[in-house]
Every structure is written in C-alpha cells, then in structure tokens.
C-alpha cells in the first residue's frame, strides 16, 4: 500500500476565487463610498450657503447698510459682502482645490445676487417663484437650497 500523503495548503485555483471576491467587494465599497463623499460635499455647500443667508441679513440688520450676496458660478464661488463697498463678509469657493468639493452652483435669480436691504429684507423680485432656490452639486448629488425674503431657509435633496 503507497504511504498516505496529507495535503497540506491551498491550491492556486482556491487563492485565485478568494482574492477575485476580494478585489469585487473592495471596488462594490469604493463606489458607495465614492456616492457618499458626493452627497456629504453638497448637503455640507447647501448648509453652509443657509448659513450664510443668515449672516448676511443679521450682518445688514445690524449695521444698516445693505448685504449683497453674489454668486460667480463660472468659479464655483460667492461672496457675501456689503454693497457699495469691497468689504467682504463671507467668501466661499467651491471645486477641487477648496474646501468643499463641487462640480456646479447655480444660483436661480435674475443678475446671480441677492440683497438684503439695511432692514433685512431680501428682493425677490428676480427669483421664477416666491422663494429664491440655490443649487448646489456634486456629482450626481445635488441639494437646493429654498429661501424666502427674510434669509429662512430649507435645504432639500434634488
């Protein structure tokens, strides 16, 4: 009778199935992530554009002079700042190289700014309905933020 051998180890065709469903499982996780870092970019761009709505109406209240919030979408950016003067409140750039990563804004009003007067009222006379809506995306997500004459706001995804 030939002696027994044991096999001791894995054979190539074991190793090769494992570290296939490895790598499958590792590209399914880097494209969820991938979604996720994108919704997080434009939520965190929608919550900051609301918060600056209301800087600029409390800064406006506060010293009575007007607040202009103006939008440079070409850039990827805007700047809150008081009107007729080069002070600058606020200014937020957008893209790979700031802060927040954003392939597009779009500010949805006529003349791409918004005013809030030395009361704290905003013209909305250039906006297509009651409320002034600001887009913001990144990749495939996309947040708009709604806001109404005195700077409140609603960030809903799109």
């Known amino acids: ?10 054979t190539l065709i074991e190793i090769l199935v494992v570290l296939m469903l490895i790598g ?17 970019a434009a939520q965190r761009a929608a919550e ?14 506060r010293s009575r ?15 809150v700042e008081r009107q007729g003067s080069t002070t600058d409140i606020a200014v937020r750039r957008f893209g790979v ?16 700014s ?7 009222f905003a ?3 250039g906006a297509a309905g009651a409320l002034g809506t600001a887009t913001f995306s990144s990749g495939a997500a996309r947040y708009t933020v709604s806001f109404n004459s005195m700077g409140a ?6």
């Open 24 to 40: 499958v499982g590792l590209t399914y996780a880097a494209l969820s992530f991938g979604g996720y870092f994108q919704r997080v």
């Open 123 to 125: 013209d909305l006379s």
């Open 48 to 61: 900051v554009f609301a918060r600056d709505l209301t800087t600029a109406r409390g800064f406006a209240t």
């Open 65 to 79: 002079v007007p607040v202009v919030i103006r939008f440079y979408e070409s850039a990827l950016r805007y700047e």
């Open 114 to 120: 918004v005013v809030f007067n030395s009361r704290g």
């Open 153 to 158: 706001s609603k960030i809903d995804r799109t």
């Open 97 to 112: 190289n700031a802060d927040i990563d954003l392939t597009g804004i779009t500010l949805e009003f006529t003349g791409d």
């Open 1 to 10: 009778a030939p002696a027994m051998r044991t096999r001791r180890g894995f």
